[in-house]
């Protein structure tokens, strides 16, 4: 069975239509500029109304370490998901799992993830520039590729490419918006 997380939850309505579909995780969208952004007080609220069983995701790009800290003990969530440059010292020392979300265009991309040997998962996603033009990454560069943790398939996925990217990366799980 594939992991599946829905991002980018704003309001309750969202938190109950996405558990009425039995997905494994939220994501709610701290990163200031998001289309989907809610500020933390607002995603705590939200976090508070997912039903047990379901894991309740921060998401942040390039978190401050008080920001960090904030986030990892408000207790309102299970995991954090770092999706920028944060290095692999902030992953280790954020005092809750972590999703490392890693832009991808080239191998080279995939090569970081070796660095970041303490998240729980990692999430490979387009780089958004190429997102605006609808593109996803080329899913090739995962094929054969082993990692130290499970991955998210990110970017882009929607019905019409869906099920060929499961069927050639076979991740861990998926991330949709």
Same mark, same amino acid.
């Given at each position: ?117 303490? &998240?729980?998962? @990692? ?13 996803? @990454? ?8 082993? @990692? &130290?943790?499970?991955?998210?398939? &990110? ?23």
């Amino acid at each position: 069975m594939t992991f599946i997380k829905v991002c980018g939850v704003t309001r309750r309505q969202d938190v109950d239509a996405a558990a009425g579909l039995g997905v494994d995780a939220l994501g709610f969208i701290l990163v200031e500029g998001s289309p989907r952004r809610v500020p933390l007080e607002e995603a705590v609220s939200l976090a508070g109304s997912v039903p047990a069983g379901i894991r309740r995701v921060a998401v942040m790009m390039n978190p401050s370490p008080g920001e960090l800290a904030e986030a990892a003990a408000c207790g309102a969530f299970d995991l954090l998901q770092l999706h920028g440059e944060e290095t692999p010292e902030m992953v280790e020392g954020a005092g809750i799992d972590v999703i490392k979300g890693l832009s991808v265009s080239g191998p080279a991309d995939l090569d970081r993830a070796a660095a970041y040997g303490a &998240a729980r998962y @990692f999430l490979f996603d387009s780089r958004k520039r190429e997102m605006a033009k609808g593109s996803v @990454f080329d899913h090739e560069l995962l094929s054969g590729r082993t @990692f &130290a943790r499970p991955f998210i398939l &990110a970017g882009g996925l929607g019905p019409d490419n869906l099920w060929d990217a499961l069927s050639l990366v076979r991740p861990f799980g998926v991330d949709l918006n």
